[in-house]
């Protein structure tokens, strides 16, 4: 039953993609029959595993980032937790799909960026970033300083970082919260704030994906200052030559099996000196995580298999040269886009129900999907128009990205803690699977066309995605202040209004027991 339950709750998130994908794949610009082949079982695949990495995921993950991160105070001393989140950060995400995905994609676009070498570059950066969230935690750093900080030193840094690392630095940073690394970070975030936060409130228990996400971004940059601005031609895309189902199936094997080993080892390790459950409790969580690794194995094959296409393929039909006004149909495109497959992506799921039970039920799972799903609709959108626009301008990104990392800096000085860490941590997990397999070649193919650089300007989907939800969440936790005023003045009238009626009632009392004693006391005089 819980199987079925998931199954039509991802199917019917879905749906909204699948009509675009008909729409546009059948009928506006019809794909040959082994392309729609792909497609159909790709769609499949990804409905299939999702549902099924979603029930191993309760199940497994989630109980194994709350275990591991309570026990992590029986270390005593900070620097072993800050040395513990350092390991983990990189284990997890040299080992994170979204990220190989995204690493091959770049090493396809421009050969001189070696495709195991960014993938460290990467680990090294969110595991430092890791290192400071937990850090911050535990001495109860304020959150808003450190998001202030390290965002002016990142636009500091933009400016001398080669033109062609811009927009793949901000990319990689959303790639490495990805299926596995997010739901295990954001419980292993709570486990440490609800344990060794001096606060220990629902404030501490966001933001440490948000964090982590700051280093890869300057891990990226310092590789490409070492590196130095690539010297060959513009480069280009395509994903004319994506493998056979069974060589994506071959490879995601592996790759899989990568991503959840160090969330297992970890956890055996803590599970024999720490935590030590009982051997049936034990049994389920590992057969959960047999579950998760099945799941995510046929979700990753099915995305990669049709979705790399299809991106492509839909981005290009609305390339004509007769027609040239057509492209502009891509910005409502791309918005429909980004929104649709928000609400398939199974780490903004995740992100929801966790908010649901850390609010206590105020804040409910769908509000936040809903609210994910406009932002990142919004980004798509501008990610799109940055790319029709672009006039070959170095950095020309950052026309973009200042004044939305601005926007989300200031409005976050009056957001309320909770809502902080959230919105950054949202940033993180809207940027999935499914947007490097989908939106990112539509992106990449339509730079190509353009006869653009497609390293510097195809990326830069994810940057988008990364900066929107934060505005949006932080504008939602604006409006539940402000809710939540209201709703605390008008409790405050009505208790003063409830001890002025009782106070009336006691006079109204005495005046009535008075009468009696007082005829009483006339009638012996």
């Not at 991802?10 to 082994?34: H, N």
């Not at 799941?295 to 049709?306: E, P, R, S």
């Not at 497609?454 to 989907?461: E, N």
Request: net charge neutral.
């Amino acid at each position: 039953m819980k199987f079925l339950r998931n199954l039509k709750d991802v199917f019917l998130s879905s749906l909204p993609l699948l009509a675009i994908m008909i729409i546009i794949c059948v009928f506006f610009s019809p794909m040959d029959g082994s392309e729609l082949f792909r497609l159909f079982v790709g769609y499949i695949f990804a409905i299939a595993g999702q549902t099924l990495f979603l029930i191993g995921l309760e199940a497994s993950i989630l109980p194994i980032g709350k275990l591991v991160g309570g026990s992590l105070v029986k270390l005593k001393k900070t620097v072993f937790i800050v040395l513990f989140g350092f390991v983990f950060g990189l284990l997890a995400t040299v080992a994170e799909p979204a990220v190989s995905v995204l690493s091959a994609q770049v090493h396809m676009v421009e050969g001189l960026v070696d495709k195991t070498l960014l993938i460290w570059v990467l680990g090294f950066g969110i595991g430092g970033a890791v290192s400071l969230a937990l850090f911050r935690v535990i001495k109860d750093i304020n959150i808003k300083l450190i998001f202030g900080i390290f965002y002016v030193l990142i636009f500091i840094l933009a400016f001398v970082v080669p033109n062609s690392f811009l927009a793949l630095a901000f990319d990689g940073s959303g790639s490495t919260t990805g299926l596995v690394s997010s739901p295990f970070i954001l419980t292993l975030g709570l486990g440490v704030s609800m344990t060794m936060s001096r606060t220990k409130t629902n404030d501490e228990s966001f933001g440490v994906i948000g964090i982590a996400s700051l280093g890869p971004i300057l891990a990226v940059f310092i590789y490409g200052m070492l590196l130095g601005e690539p010297q060959s031609a513009a480069s280009g895309f395509s994903a004319g030559g994506v493998q056979s189902f069974w060589d994506i199936a071959a490879e995601n094997f592996l790759d899989v099996a990568m991503a959840i080993i160090p969330v297992i080892a970890v956890f055996f390790i803590f599970q024999l000196i720490f935590i030590k459950l009982p051997k049936r409790r034990l049994f389920r969580i590992l057969l959960a995580s047999g579950v998760v690794y099945i799941g995510l194995h046929i979700f990753l094959t099915g995305v990669n298999f049709g979705f790399l296409l299809a991106g492509e393929h839909i981005g290009m039909a609305f390339m004509s040269e007769s027609a040239p006004w057509l492209k502009w149909l891509l910005l409502p495109l791309g918005f429909i886009l980004g929104f649709a497959i928000t609400l398939s992506e199974p780490s903004v799921t995740v992100l929801g129900g966790q908010v649901e039970i850390i609010t206590n039920g105020h804040i409910k799972k769908n509000t936040i999907r809903i609210a994910l799903a406009v932002g990142i609709g919004v980004a798509a959108m501008l990610a799109l128009a940055k790319i029709l626009i672009d006039d070959g301008s170095e950095r020309f990104i950052l026309w973009f990205l200042i004044p939305l990392y601005a926007a989300a800096l200031i409005i976050m000085i009056f957001t309320p803690k909770l809502f902080v860490g959230l919105a950054f941590d949202s940033g993180g997990v809207g940027s999935g699977a499914m947007i490097s397999a989908f939106l990112t070649p539509m992106t990449l193919g339509i730079s190509t066309y353009l006869g653009q650089d497609a390293l510097s300007s195809g990326f830069g989907m994810i940057a988008f995605i990364a900066v929107m939800p934060i505005i949006t969440i932080e504008t939602l936790g604006l409006v539940y202040s402000v809710k939540l005023k209201k709703l605390h003045t008008r409790e405050t009238e009505r208790r003063v209004f409830d001890d002025e009626l009782n106070q009336l009632n006691a006079l109204s009392l005495d005046a009535e027991g008075a009468r009696p004693r007082q005829a009483e006391t006339a009638s012996k005089n």
